[in-house]
């Protein structure tokens, strides 16, 4: 089943004439079976946070393949009751009537389901709708994105690193030296970055703390000669825009 997870942002402030105008921005990360998560973001004129919050599950509706089951995640009771139920406050019936009309139109089948803020891709939804509704583009937003799995057993000589990318799979195996200054740890997670492509994000799983530190901060390594590997692979990263992002510790 497809799943969207959604959230908005909403802030009323003058404008160019001095007259109160509120601003909302829009956020959602689209999860389709087989499909790395996509993520969207958009700005709009909102009287309030809840028409904000529609107009997410509006975009859901639209961003989602058409003629299936969608299950859309949000933390806005107004909405769940409006867009779930039809039974919200009527200030929302016009907005959700254009959401469930967007569902008969497009042969979906919508649910709509409560999911607190802390979960990780509301957190996501969250900070796209922030950005959006201050007119900033979420870095890496357009940037294609490329899911890493870090696999490696604790005093073992090897690490498995798997990539997807839309379109192809990678596996590398990767050997550790025990005698580098670098850890181990680190090891594999700078070959999984030496797998990207120019400008690709790579969002990391199971890195462990350790790799993940020293990826952030290389001057923490305790040897001169692991700081000079760990800086130079960062070095190399940001010439070619590459990003790195961590879901999870290994």
Do not use: C, K
């Amino acid at each position: 089943m497809n799943q969207a997870f959604v959230d908005a942002s909403w802030n009323e402030g003058p404008d160019a004439e001095g007259r109160l105008v509120g601003m909302g921005g829009w956020g959602l990360v689209l999860i389709v079976p087989g499909q790395l998560p996509a993520r969207f973001q958009g700005q709009l004129r909102a009287p309030d946070n809840n028409a904000a919050e529609v107009r997410a599950v509006l975009e859901a509706v639209r961003a989602a393949p058409p003629g299936e089951a969608l299950t859309v995640h949000t933390d806005n009771e107004a909405v769940i009751a409006s867009v779930g139920r039809g039974r919200g406050p009527e200030v929302l019936t016009d907005a959700a009537r254009e959401v469930l009309e967007e569902v008969v139109a497009r042969g979906a089948d919508l649910r709509v389901r409560y999911a607190p803020r802390t979960r990780r891709h509301m957190l996501t939804a969250h900070e796209l709708a922030n950005d959006a509704r201050r007119g900033l583009g979420t870095p890496g937003l357009t940037a294609a994105r490329s899911d890493v799995l870090i696999e490696q057993r604790a005093a073992g000589d090897e690490a498995r690193v798997s990539l997807r990318r839309p379109g192809e799979r990678v596996t590398a195996h990767v050997p550790l030296d025990v005698m580098s200054e670098v850890p181990p740890s680190a090891q594999a997670l700078l070959a999984a970055v030496g797998l990207a492509l120019p400008g690709e994000v790579l969002v990391v799983r199971r890195a462990s703390r350790v790799a993940q530190a020293l990826w952030h901060r290389p001057e923490r390594a305790l040897r001169a000669g692991a700081q000079a590997t760990l800086q130079l692979a960062r070095r190399a990263a940001d010439e070619n825009g590459v990003q790195v992002e961590f879901l999870g510790v290994g």
